[in-house]
């Protein structure tokens, strides 16, 4: 559905099970997957339009964040970004997701996160859920520790990949989202079929 358009998301409807379904999912390949104005209206029209059709939401994320730039800014991610938020929020037909690689962020959370009530939340081994990358993160949380380790003569870049190593081993894994209740199982993706269908039978 729209393909031509904010090709950074992708919708569409599918089956599973016999079962009409509309699936969104981000597209890495254009602007990482971040979500732009675009991409926000696009996505929250067609959660709209399975909300009046009945017909339930499969969600795949992979998404780094929102689209940086004051021209992003200047028209109203913000207010496009709540649309989609709304959106999933407002929604009452059955919503599943699956955090396939990176959900960081408020981008997380308008892709129909647990916290926005999905009924089922499912991540790969591979998903990255946090704030921010662990790069980025790093920089900020860590920035007395690095400008000690500069004055002090110390190897600053070694000391940055071990805090970064250390970020994604304690905080961005799936298993310590789950551990706290956003994911409701950590699965190998070839069980994602089996599951959607699973929760598309609850």
């Known amino acids: 559905v729209q393909a031509e358009r904010a090709g950074n998301i992708v919708v569409g409807f599918g089956r599973v099970d016999g079962r009409s379904v509309g699936i969104v999912a981000n597209q890495p390949t254009v602007f990482a997957g971040c979500l732009d104005i675009d991409a926000s ?81 499912l991540a790969w081994p591979t998903a990255q859920i946090a704030v921010m990358g662990a790069s980025g993160a790093v920089g900020f949380v860590y920035r007395k520790r690095l400008l000690e380790a500069a004055k002090n003569g110390d190897d ?27 994911v409701d199982a950590v699965i190998p993706p070839s069980h994602t079929r089996g599951q959607i269908v699973a929760a598309l039978r609850l």
């Open 41 to 121: 209206e696009k996505a929250a029209r067609f959660v709209r339009t399975c909300d009046a059709f009945n017909v339930p939401i499969i969600t795949l994320v992979d998404v780094p964040g929102f689209l940086p730039g004051t021209d992003q800014e200047y028209n109203g991610i913000i207010r496009r970004g709540a649309k989609l938020l709304y959106a999933y929020g407002e929604a009452t037909v059955g919503k599943i997701t699956v955090i396939t690689r990176k959900a960081y962020g408020g981008a997380y959370d308008v892709m129909g996160s647990k916290h926005m009530g999905a009924d089922v939340n």
């Open 156 to 182: 600053v870049d070694a000391l940055r990949l071990q805090l970064q190593q250390e970020y994604e081993d304690t905080l961005v894994n799936p298993y310590v989202a789950a551990e706290r209740g956003y």
